[in-house]
């Protein structure tokens, strides 16, 4: 019977145990998880959503300070098109945020960073530019393009001296998309370095409509395989969305995959950068806990604990300070949805807000808990405490048991001793 670790995945001089840790905005895919992926043979994920905030948290930077600041005359009106981000303090915070990573990198496996194209930031192209721009830079060593079809995205590195160098992959749901992307960039002449294939069951926002369990991962990476054999292309494939032993892992490999990304089963480990009382809820979780809905305002189906304080709350939109939902024309979908509920409830302190969330604010506070559709199987993966809570992992436990574990086993850590008194 097979191991994960009866393979490796080759990308260009590097041969890496196939395991790559997605990334997991804001800041949850943190610097500690990556750089644990990375020190034991395999790719880890940072990401760049909300960068500057993250780093005002983590460096102690005043970005967002600074920009509220500026833009304060706006707060009480509708129309969000003045508030720009400084482009100069996005490349700031993103050198920061990735120099920080890779200085600490030990071992041989690789650090990218997530970078999600629906993050329009009210100037889509020129932001997006700056972030990766910005993260090849700091010297990250490869960028995942998610959250979005990025037909012109590589075009906007293409003159970085790194552009040949760098590691640079997409994340696609269809060969459809993937035709598309290699179609629209066929004129860089240069192939994504690999392709993650996320599934239905995955964390995140999907890329599927609300008719997601109509699909079949399996399904999606034999074609996209098939597609890629008869085209010629030498593109490693990675699989994602459910995958939760090392046997499933295992079953990807052998249908042509060349590594798995995996989110979920890390969101409880100590290196997350998940708060530790939510990681709790994440164990707590049942099936019938989490759901998929439309709350996004990026208009994409995104799957989280139905107990998440951001579903439903009227918070005022806070793109002043924010804004990196605003689109190309500083819209964002939630501002539409608040202002209805406000002029319906005249008075009223405070309204809510069913359709939409304010996304920028809630995933920044950890008030809104996405998750992978397998997160329900966390509470099997460890010992309960005396206390009735969950013992949290190690990444490394976590990553080692996708490595060596067979038969569909999840290896249990060592229960941490009581301490005595
Ligand atoms: C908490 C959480 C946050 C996520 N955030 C992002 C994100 O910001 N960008 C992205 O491309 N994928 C995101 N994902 C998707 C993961 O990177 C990964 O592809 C997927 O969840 C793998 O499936 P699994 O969670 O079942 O292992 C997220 C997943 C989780 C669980």
Redesign the pocket.
Known sequence: MKRLDDFRLKMGRHELVPIVI????VD?SSTDLALEAARLGGIGHI?D?MVNTLTDRRYKTKYTKAKQAQFQYNVASEDKSDVKFNLEHLAEATRLHVEKTMARKQGNGLIFI?C?EKLTMNGPKETLSVRMNAALDAGIDGITL??GLHLGSLALIAEHPRFREAKLGI?VSSLRALQLFLKKNSRLNRLPDYV?I?GP????HLGFGMDWAEYDLEKIVTEIHQYLLTEKLDIPLIA????FTGSDAVRFLELGASAV?????F?VTRECGLPDDIKQEYFKASEADIEVNEISPTGYPMRMIKASPGIGDGIRPNCEAYGYLLDANGKCAYITSYNREVAAHPGERRVSVGDKTCLCTHMRNFDIW?????TWRLKDTTHRNPDGSYQLLSAEHVFKDYQFSTDNQVKLPEPELAVSA
């Open positions: 997605g990334g997991m905005g949850i990401s959503a997530n999600m998610a959250a994340i993650v996320e069951l995955a964390g995140g994602a969305g459910g995958i990304q995996v989110a979920t089963r969101t996405t998750c992978g559709q397998l």
